[in-house]
């Protein structure tokens, strides 16, 4: 089967019934629903460029059997195919602004790098190899979407920083029949769960596991309308109004979902690791997925980056203070964290290895390096935005108030030099959905804590850094007489 439209990928979500709660209700259709719709939308119309014809040599790969698949589940294994699938990643985030942090590829490019790896998996049992294998074909022959949820709720924390898993909170296996595992539990955080055709539950890249946590070391994936899997989603930024009104949270709502499972079946063929949490612990760095994930995550960065330094561009053309030397120096910051991006992409593209399954992968610090500077980086990007804009982020009317009886007052006093009173709202409309909407600072929130802590991200970084290396550097010069 070929790579989806994006007609085919609504379609699918229509034909798959999964219980998903909203606001107290059950909702009916996520593609109708009008807290879910426009994200759904947004998903499609990333399918949808698969098969434009600008665009699908770009977006897709031809098959051995000829039919086109999505650039994303390429298990890349030269340079080229790295940096194709590193512009195919970066032509999708564009086309969200760099908003929907949790499109697709993301997965994508997990599954692929676990296939490439599988023999991984079938180190904890040898049938879990080849479930891997099948899988990633599966979804990438179906050009299905993923959602995943890797943290278990605890109830309350410890100093040491490893998990505090519970029986009836954490999600644990309950018994074992011929069918397969039978799941009890929650998890968090299902971005985009409402508008996935499947859901991958595993577990975060840090040692966080002890050994007393063999019940709760889980890999596997179910499709989102498994009997018995629950989907309870956050309230919606997608507050029905325009583009004109909220330019992002009208079209790229993603969504976050609390997950409960009460009793899910998961087939023997699609459990992948099962109670061994050392291999649970190790999978992401043994297999490298976190280095394809952060490609997939330098790619959103560079096009939020880019999204948000236009913005502010435009603010400062708008209100004529570009030229300050305030404004100026603001600016120079989110050029130079735009130019970071970029720079760490190539470098990770530029230096990319070929690794013990025979995949090309990215180096790993400059791709890690833009996931850990981004928590920082994206809130001060917003604190910049409010900077520049101040008061005119309230000097923002609705639509309706264009044709309402203080239409002359607004577009006469509204106006600049540079932009008519329209335009200026219009803009700073968008500048508010960044920088101080509930979708905004949803997005900040994400920044912060989609790919983990602060202190575990450092640690990650750190396991990662060449440290003998940089001392022995200093030992040189010290023991140097
Ligand atoms: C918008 C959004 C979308 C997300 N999407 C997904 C998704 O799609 N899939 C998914 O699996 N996950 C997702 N996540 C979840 C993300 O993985 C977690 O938020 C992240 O791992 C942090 O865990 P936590 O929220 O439980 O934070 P907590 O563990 O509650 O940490 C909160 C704060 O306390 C600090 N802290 C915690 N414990 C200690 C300690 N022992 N000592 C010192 N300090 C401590 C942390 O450093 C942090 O600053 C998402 C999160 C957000 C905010």
Known sequence: MPARSGAQYLKGLQEQEREVWLRGERVKDVTTHPGLANGARAIASLYDLQHDPAHRDEMTYAAPGGDRLGLS???????QELERRGAMMLRWARTTCGMMGRSPDFMNVTFAAWAAAASYFARGRNEFGENMRRYYEYIRDHDLTLTHSLINLQRSRTVSGVFNLEAGTALQVVRETDAGIVVHGARILATLGPLADEIAVYSPRVARHTETHSPFALNFAIPCGTPGLKFQCRESFDLGRSHFEHPLGSRFEEMDCVVFFDDVLVPWERVFLLGDVDL???????????????????????AKCEFVLGVALLMTKTLGNGHLPHSEERLGELMLYT??????????????????????????????????????????MVEILQLLGSSSFMITPSEADFSGPLAPEIEQYLATDTATARERVKLFRLAWDIAGSAFGSRQVLYERFFASDPLTRARALGALYPKDETMARVQEFLDDE
């Open 339 to 380: 130019e970071l991006m970029k720079a760490c992409m190539r470098a990770a593209e530029a230096d990319a290895q070929l690794d013990e399954w025979g995949v090309m992968c990215p180096a790993a610090l400059p791709a890690e390096s833009t996931r850990n500077l981004f928590m920082t980086a994206y809130p001060r």
């Open 73 to 79: 589940f390429i298990i890349p294994r030269t340079t």
């Open 280 to 302: 649970l612990n190790g999978t992401a760095t043994a297999t490298h997925s976190m280095t394809h994930t952060a490609h997939q995550g330098a790619a959103k960065n560079i």
